[in-house]
């Protein structure tokens, strides 16, 4: 179980990351501009956000073991689609991609709550690690394996699919000892939103992810427009996503233990906040430490985000809806943010203004965070249930 847990969190990346490398052969080989071949990324972003709140009802039909095996199964369906003829098969693959990796991303939360509650710092922290890692793997290797097997962009990027399936054959027998149903009660949307815990969690999700997309897509071009040639600023990025694996395995385990994350989240967002500060001083001047206090502070920051809504909820079916509601806020804010930050940079002609914004996002960061990340906030994610994050307190109620 352990084993197919791991590997599952492994998964919930690299068909998104494995596209940006070899995107440019995709454009050439298929004739599509540079909005077709952005919206191919556009589509999977879209459908994380969007598609996120099938997960609980799903999970309270089948149980969320079984669940995590079929968006397992569907994903390798996704990507192998996503790689076949035709540009309709290439948007419609990548819609099945974000569809299983949208509910597989609700879910894992509540795998977490269900099988591991006196280990959920630990477990939270695996396997954002491995979510990291994957994106990473996929990011660093998709070229390397292209040009070292021959093949083309397709073949590359469908071999996305190998991990899909060795994840979903180990996963399997836990699937099958499953009783079914895993998530009993049913947890009302209306509900949930009725809570303030729910929304300070949602925005805080929503925030973290909005401040790392935007410079996941735009740190490589400021470098770039400020002097430093092409290869040197994509190290940089890559040294930013490297830091955040060993960062995203800490903090949980570390933060899981303590009664309050305020703290934690603190760190994490002056980290992210003083590597956004040195880009926009001098992004030529030691840009290697801005890339490591961004990894250090946006690792920790959707590990974070993670580990309170674990936390936060009290049992396995409250912490798959409050998985649904923060990650549908945090996935459309994401795609939103690039876009905003390139209208900024179009109309003010520099990068001043857009990280100026992104510094501005910082700030709402935290004040949102102090509110989730409180062990008793005002409000309860379940009605009568209690909103701590303290996990064994709230299986005692």
């Known amino acids: 179980m352990v084993a197919g847990f791991v590997l599952a969190s492994f998964n919930l990346r690299p068909a998104l990351a494995g596209i940006s490398p070899v995107l440019d052969e995709i454009m050439e080989d298929l004739g599509l501009s ?113 040009r070292a097997t021959g093949y083309g962009w397709r073949e590359a990027t469908a071999m996305a699919a190998v991990p899909a399936v060795a994840a979903a054959v180990l996963w399997l027998p836990q699937a099958l000892r499953s009783r079914g149903a895993g998530g009993a009660e049913r947890r009302p949307f209306r509900e949930l939103l009725g809570a303030r815990v729910t929304w300070f969690v949602m925005i805080f999700m929503g925030v973290q992810s909005l401040t790392f997309y935007v410079t996941l897509a735009w740190l490589p071009t400021i470098f770039q427009e400020s002097g430093l040639p092409a290869d040197q600023a994509g190290y940089l990025l890559g040294l930013s996503n490297l830091v955040q694996v060993g960062v995203t395995l800490a903090v949980p385990v570390h933060a899981g233990k303590a009664r309050s994350q305020v703290p934690h989240v603190t760190a994490a967002t002056l980290l992210t906040a003083a590597g956004y500060a040195g880009v926009l001083v001098a992004p030529t001047t030691l840009p290697w430490l801005w890339m490591v206090l961004l990894g250090i502070g946006q690792g920790a920051a959707i590990a974070l985000a993670l580990l309170i809504i674990t936390l936060r909820a009290p049992d396995p079916a409250s912490v798959t809806a409050l998985s649904a509601v923060s990650q549908t806020a945090g996935y459309v804010l994401a795609a939103l943010g690039p876009f905003l930050i390139g209208v900024l940079r179009e109309g003010s002609g520099g990068w001043t203004l857009p990280l100026l914004a992104g510094l501005g996002a910082c700030g709402v960061q935290l004040a949102v965070g102090f509110l989730a990340g409180r062990p008793a906030p005002s409000g309860a994610v379940r009605a009568g249930a209690p909103g701590s994050g303290d996990a064994p307190a709230a299986r005692r109620k």
């Open 34 to 146: 540079a909005a077709g071949g952005g919206a191919i990324t556009t589509v999977m972003v879209v459908c994380l956000g969007v598609l996120a709140p099938l997960a609980p009802p799903l999970a309270r039909r089948f149980g969320l073991d079984r669940v995590l095996l079929a968006g397992l199964l569907v994903l390798t369906a996704g990507v192998l689609l996503r790689s076949a003829d035709g540009v309709p098969a290439l948007y419609a693959g990548a819609a099945v991609v974000g569809t299983a990796i949208a509910v597989m991303n609700v879910v894992m939360p509540a795998v977490v709550k269900q099988h591991f509650p006196d280990r959920v710092g630990l477990f939270t922290g695996i396997y954002v690690s491995g979510l990291v890692l994957g994106a990473a793997a996929a990011s660093g290797l998709t070229v390397p394996l292209e």
